[in-house]
Every structure is written in C-alpha cells, then in structure tokens.
C-alpha cells in the first residue's frame, strides 16, 4: 500500500506564493519520479511539474520561471508556487511512480483570487 498526503494548499491573491507538500508512506521502495498535476473545473488534469530521482525537473511551459519543484532525499516532494495568477486555480494532485506504478494523492486546493 502507497499513501499520498498533500498539504499547503489555500487561498492566495494574485502575485501571492504558496508551497505544496506531499509525503510518501508505505511500500515506497524505488520511487521513480514524483511530481504535481492540476485539474481546473471543466478541464482536463495536466502535468505541473515533475522530478525524477537522480534526474532533471521537467515543467509545463505555463509555469516555467514561476515555479519550483523539489524532493527531498526520501519521499517528499515540494512545490514552490511564485508570482500565481488566477489561472493557476485548480486542485493541485501529488503523483509517484514507485516500481513504475502510478499513485495519486487525494489533492489540494489552491484558488488565486484577481
């Protein structure tokens, strides 16, 4: 069993920062990448960001130089939102690939007011 907590989300005016959180727990041997999606009212979930272990970040173009995804040395994975704009509102999801499996987390909300 892989568990996926996610904390930090909330409510933020435009140019604010937020940080995200996500602690993997359980059978978390080989975690291959985590990383963030998110999924706004009526659309499609999409990748945010995403850290291999032992790679690069890889970051969808609408947030590059804006945000900053990390990992710690065991099964976090952080996500530092700057200069947030309103269409950044969505339910932001932790995802791992642990022996090529995909987990999701539960999600958070995060809402950008203008």
């Known amino acids: 069993q892989v568990q996926l907590v996610e904390s930090g989300g909330g409510l933020v005016q435009a140019g604010g920062s937020l940080r995200l959180s996500c602690a993997a727990s359980?059978?978390?041997?080989?975690?291959?990448?985590m990383g963030w999606y998110r999924q706004a009212p009526g659309k499609q979930r999409e990748l945010v960001a995403t850290?291999?272990?032992?790679?690069?970040p890889n970051y969808a173009d609408s947030v590059k130089g804006r945000f900053t995804i990390s990992r710690d040395n065991a099964n976090k994975v952080y996500l530092q939102m700057n200069s947030l704009k309103p269409e950044d509102t969505a339910v932001y999801y932790c995802?791992?690939?642990?022996?090529?499996?995909?987990?999701w987390g539960q999600g958070t909300q995060v809402t950008v007011s203008s």
């Open positions: 359980g059978s978390i041997f080989s975690i291959n990448s």
């Open positions: 995802k791992a690939i642990i022996r090529f499996l995909n987990y």
């Open positions: 850290i291999p272990s032992g790679g690069s």
